[in-house]
């Protein structure tokens, strides 16, 4: 789901300021959380390929184990990733030479060469698109998908004449239905109220911008700033205490009203799309919802309306390292399979499904699956997919998702637990995202995190990578920390091929750079924990002592 995906670092941090400026009353309800950043907060462009020891970021070490480790070595295997997401704009120029062709299809002849089903699938497949060429760009939360499907059943039943064999599925419908009203009636408060918020912005600015004669504002404009108008000085101070708690010199007002819209944009995508009942773009696909067997459909578009998350995925994992531009992914020897499969929304159980077992059959070494949802209804579908990965050798990347809160096999999935037995999936590692300072603010903010469901730490705040259309910029999220441990596993894979996925994930969870005494922010909450209760591990991926790990093993 997109909001699951993107964590909206700035906004986090703008909102509320803005917020306490207007109406001091109304933040605490709408549960927005001011965050400021530090005189210091920048990190290196490219501090996730560096290392702790050396370096003093907290970065995975990869650098360190190229220039040491691997040096003069070369590695006996290509690893392909398959990125199951939004769409890889596959013509970037930092992603040349690093995406997956199959190379038993003929591109463009609209004949299925390899006879897998798919035709002219020459870099991947789209689940989320229709035979015609028409793609689905963004789909409801699987909450209001179940709302929809239980609703004309159970909402009208008399309680007291639910047989015993719907007694489940009854409890079930007033979790969704309470869930649902509760989460709808949020995201249109929400909505109301960064409209708001946006107008009066925008009437704060045009004030400042008509006074100083300049189409945009920073901090020094307001020091040079002479007026006895008390609008205009009224609005300078609030703008100017604005800026000194969001970001200083470097800030621009119009990048604050920027990042204002963004957020007016994504609760009203909530309301009109995400948590409206009424909205369902399935027909596009044209395929049988309901029949979990069915595979051959989608079309072979890649890249979709909207690949900017599953781009700065893909660059994080593998852009060229060696081309001087851009940014440097973690693996070298690695090829990316694009799959797409998550619209803006909450992917579909059977998308899921398929797009496991169309990288597994078509040779993926490793999935990254950078997405996530609170409900699962055809999951046992996707575990029937996990398995499969598994017996084929397949390693399955996820990444733990953005809610700030203590995941577990219930709320929180795909998962690793797998069958009515709740089977571990010994080739699953689960990733919450961690910063580039080793102080209290080691653990992102927004992480979801667990002792029992999350594996291990990686770097997934303030991430620099590419974006469609020779495009960079940070984003943050698990979404990113996800790629940047299937970027440490293919480079482990690529000089050790013979190792099983079980081999990887225990090597990756053993070599960590173990900070389980941090004491750190607990994610969503202001307590200070140690770091190592919020994973199995206890400590964040590093490259360079999985190779000292895996070097070791293998003698």
């Keep these: 789901m997109i909001n699951y995906k993107y964590y909206m670092r700035n906004l986090t941090k703008i909102i509320p300021f803005c917020a306490l400026l207007l109406w001091s009353s109304v933040p605490v309800a709408y549960g927005f959380q001011a965050v400021l950043p530090e005189v210091d907060s920048v990190p290196p462009k490219d501090w996730i390929n560096l290392d702790p020891q050396d370096n003093g970021i907290m970065g995975v070490g990869s650098d360190k184990a190229y220039e040491s480790l691997l040096k003069g070595k070369s590695p006996k295997k290509t690893i392909v990733v398959a990125v199951i997401d939004s769409g890889i704009d596959i013509e970037h120029e930092d992603l040349q030479g690093k995406i997956w062709t199959n190379p038993k299809e003929i591109a463009g002849n609209g004949i299925d060469d390899d006879r897998n089903g798919y035709v002219d699938d020459v870099h991947g497949w789209n689940f989320i698109g229709g035979a015609d060429g028409s793609n689905i760009d963004t789909d409801s939360y699987e909450l209001?998908?179940?709302?929809?499907?239980?609703?004309?059943?159970?909402?009208?039943?008399?309680?007291?004449?639910?047989?015993?064999?719907?007694?489940?599925e009854y409890a079930h419908w007033l979790d969704i239905q309470k869930d649902f009203e509760s989460k709808k009636e949020e995201a249109q408060m929400n909505y109301q109220f960064t409209s708001s918020l946006q107008e009066n912005m925008g009437q704060v600015a045009d004030v400042l911008k008509q006074a100083i004669g300049k189409d945009d504002v920073?901090?020094?404009?307001?020091?040079?700033?002479?007026?006895?108008?008390?609008?205009?000085?009224?609005?300078?101070?609030?703008?100017?205490?604005?800026?000194?708690?969001?970001?200083?010199?470097?800030?621009s007002l119009n990048e604050i009203l920027d990042q204002l819209s963004k957020a007016v944009e994504h609760y009203r995508s909530q309301v009109d799309f995400a948590f409206n009942p009424e909205f369902d773009p399935r027909d596009i696909v044209g395929d049988d919802e309901d029949n979990y067997k069915e595979r051959k459909y989608g079309n072979n578009d890649v890249i979709g309306p909207d690949a900017l998350h599953g781009t700065h995925v893909a660059g994080i994992i593998a852009a060229n390292r060696n081309n001087s531009i851009g940014m440097r992914g973690i693996a070298e020897h690695a090829l990316i399979m694009v799959v797409r499969a998550v619209p803006n929304g909450d992917?579909?159980?059977?998308?899921?499904?398929?797009?496991?077992?169309?990288?597994?059959?078509?040779?993926?070494?490793?999935?990254?699956?950078?997405?996530?949802?609170?409900?699962?209804p055809g999951k046992k579908y996707v575990d029937k997919a996990v398995r499969y990965a598994q017996r084929k050798g397949v390693l399955l990347i996820h990444a733990a998702g953005n809610s700030g809160e203590l995941v577990n096999s219930s709320n929180n999935f795909p998962n690793k637990w797998i069958g009515k037995k709740a089977k571990i999936a010994n080739n699953w590692v689960e990733v919450g995202a961690s910063a580039w300072k080793e102080d209290e603010g080691l653990a992102g903010s927004f992480s979801n995190y667990s002792e029992a469901a999350v594996d291990l730490f990686a770097p997934g705040v303030d991430i620099y990578s590419t974006l469609p259309g020779d495009e960079y910029d940070e984003n943050s999220g698990t979404s990113m920390a996800a790629p940047v441990v299937s970027g440490v596993a293919a480079m482990l894979m690529a000089y050790y091929p013979d190792l099983k996925p079980s081999e990887i994930r225990e090597i990756l969870r053993q070599s960590v750079y173990d900070l389980s005494d941090q004491m750190v922010t607990k994610p969503?909450?202001?307590?200070?924990?140690?770091?190592?209760?919020?994973?199995?591990?206890?400590?964040?991926?590093?490259?360079?002592?999985?190779?000292?790990?895996a070097e070791s093993a293998s003698n």
């Design 144 to 168: 209001t998908r179940e709302y929809v499907r239980l609703k004309p059943i159970y909402e009208e039943v008399d309680p007291e004449k639910i047989k015993k064999r719907q007694q489940k």
């Design 218 to 251: 920073i901090l020094n404009d307001l020091r040079e700033l002479k007026s006895e108008d008390p609008a205009i000085l009224q609005a300078a101070a609030m703008v100017e205490q604005l800026f000194a708690n969001l970001g200083g010199e470097g800030t």
């Design 347 to 376: 992917e579909r159980d059977k998308d899921v499904a398929n797009a496991i077992y169309y990288a597994v059959d078509n040779g993926a070494d490793i999935i990254n699956m950078s997405f996530g949802k609170s409900y699962s």
């Design 524 to 549: 969503g909450e202001q307590d200070q924990v140690p770091f190592g209760s919020l994973s199995i591990s206890g400590g964040v991926v590093n490259a360079y002592k999985a190779f000292q790990l």
